[in-house]
């Protein structure tokens, strides 16, 4: 959403984009093998140049090597910070992950909770944000190779997004 919108959601005022304060990302996803996996990170983005020149990057990365556990992005840092939540998503096999966030009312971000296959971990974690020149919000997915670049697939399915 913003400027160039990719789903018809053209927010020029950026009246939907500054307003946004909460947000859920839902998606299931497959792997074929998740120990070849580095990590597999889900993110939510929102960027607000024309009110605060903010901008929020609520990273969560399910870092597999080194330790199977979920960890969260340091905006001002800009480096990844273990959460102490366990992260091990099956193999060969759907697996469901929901995540809420929240920007504060005071402008820092929340990470609210991750649910990994019906398993609900609140983080409860609050980080400030970074800088944008840009307007907009989205939302993204990666995934990162092993150091052996070993190949795997993962495939996304009923990825849903909320915001309000």
């Known amino acids: 959403m913003g400027s160039f919108t990719t789903q018809g959601l053209p927010d020029n005022s950026h009246t939907l ?3 946004a304060h ?3 990302y839902e998606a299931f996803f497959y792997t074929s093998s998740a120990s070849a996996s580095q990590a ?3 993110d939510i983005n929102q960027f607000m140049r024309s009110k605060l020149g903010k901008g929020f990057i609520w990273g969560h990365q399910c870092r597999i090597a080194g330790g199977h556990e979920w960890d969260i992005y340091d905006n001002v840092n800009k480096r990844w910070v ?3 939540i366990s992260c091990s998503p099956k193999s060969n096999a759907w697996n469901h992950v929901v995540i809420q966030v929240q920007r ?4 820092r971000l929340l990470y609210k909770s991750i649910t990994l296959n019906g398993v ?3 983080v409860n974690k609050y980080k400030n944000p ?3 020149q ?10 990162d190779g092993n150091r052996q670049m070993t190949d795997y697939k993962v495939y996304l399915d009923k990825v849903n997004f909320t915001m309000w």
């Open 120 to 122: 609900t971990h609140a």
């Open 130 to 132: 970074g800088t944008t």
């Open 22 to 24: 909460n947000f859920i």
């Open 40 to 42: 597999l990170e889900f």
């Open 82 to 84: 273990a959460t102490g």
């Open 17 to 19: 984009t500054n307003g």
């Open 134 to 143: 840009w307007n907009g919000i989205t939302i993204n997915y990666q995934q």
């Open 104 to 107: 504060t009312s005071d402008n």
